[in-house]
């Protein structure tokens, strides 16, 4: 167990003493950390000591592996992060990714994916004015994936209205929801 004292920029040092003295009366512990978040002060000896805190655990991916989830899922999730991000509190709930390809491309990859949502009123403040809003998300996304896979990503992404797809399992399966 660490001990951690914050707020030590406010405080003289006589109560930061008072402070430890009690902390370490309290339990067993590895080390005691007097910080301040504000300033940053003690912060890095405290990122230091956190790794005695962790026991080794099983491995739960091959080497060299992050996630369980496909590229496809990988890409449907940054997708939407980046519509979300752009499109705030506008329609988040009736908003899917369905990524129909991932193919080598000439100079990289290709994602083609459709961001599928319940009504056409919501299909034109995806696209927005002149495609304005869907170019921003398929840049910002482009931008995450070439990050991710390092390689360079090319999207092309359309907005396909499907009626209550919230309501139908078999799109909700597709979409792996």
Do not use: C
Request: hydrophobic letters at 50%; aromatic letters at 2%.
């Amino acid at each position: 167990m660490l001990i951690v004292v914050n707020q030590v920029d406010r405080a003289d040092p006589a109560a930061i003493a008072a402070a430890v003295e009690r902390a370490s009366a309290l339990v067993d512990f590895v080390a005691l950390h007097p910080v301040s978040a504000r300033t940053g002060d003690g912060l890095a000896a405290l990122r230091d000591d956190l790794p005695l805190l962790l026991s080794g655990g099983p491995r739960y991916f091959p080497e060299g592996m992050a996630t369980d989830q496909t590229d496809e899922e990988l890409a449907a999730e940054i997708i939407r992060e980046a519509a979300l991000l752009r499109l705030r509190q506008e329609l988040p709930h009736a908003l899917a990714v369905d990524v129909d390809e991932i193919a080598p491309a000439r100079a990289g990859v290709l994602v083609r994916a459709a961001l599928v949502v319940e009504t056409e009123s919501q299909k034109a403040i995806v696209v927005g004015r002149g495609g304005a809003m869907i170019r921003d998300i398929g840049t910002a996304a482009r931008s995450a994936l070439a990050r991710l896979w390092g390689v360079d990503v090319h999207t092309d992404l359309t907005v396909k209205v499907r009626r209550r797809w919230r309501d139908d399992e078999a799109m909700l399966g597709r979409l792996g929801l």
